[in-house]
């Protein structure tokens, strides 16, 4: 299904542009926001190239349900973190306990050289105004390497 919009409009946008990552292992202090109505989900495309030996990247998904942050509500969160889920083990007679926690993704290059790799696609839902993708260095802190991010948002019909 086309966007409602245009065949274009907002489908390729950049998370992050082409820079090297904030000193001593902090998060990106303000990630893009990436609006992402009408879309029902989205591949990242990453290009690291580490700073120093055991150069390796964090990163982290969050979603917004607002269109602007002036629409949260009271005591609401404006950003979502994406959660990893593990099913527990099911034992007739007994309820069942699962685990959810927010996850963040950690990549560790391989060599010297610009990496590039894609991840997802990330269901974006009904509910999803806006995206982000946090960032930091996590292997050679020392020595931050480059990473950019591209969003390709599409429509599963």
Do not use: C
Request: hydrophobic share 40%; aromatic share 10%; proline share 5%.
């Amino acid at each position: 299904m086309p966007h409602p919009i245009s065949t274009t409009y907002l489908d390729v946008q950049e998370a992050r542009a082409s820079a090297v990552l904030t000193a001593a292992g902090a998060w990106d202090a303000a990630p893009l926001e990436l609006a992402s109505p009408y879309f029902d989900e989205v591949n990242l495309a990453f290009t690291y190239t580490r700073g120093g030996a055991a150069g390796a990247f964090d990163f982290q998904v969050e979603t917004s349900p607002y269109s602007v942050a002036a629409n949260v509500p009271a005591g609401a969160s404006e950003w979502v973190t994406q959660a990893i889920y593990a099913a527990g083990g099911v034992v007739a007679g007994a309820d069942t306990q699962s685990r959810v926690q927010r996850e963040y993704e950690t990549y560790q290059a391989t060599g010297a050289g610009a990496e590039d790799f894609s991840y997802g696609p990330l269901n974006l839902g009904a509910t999803v105004e806006r995206i982000r993708v946090n960032a930091r260095e996590s292997g050679n802190v020392g020595a931050p390497g480059t990473l950019q991010i591209e969003a390709f948002f599409s429509n599963k019909a």
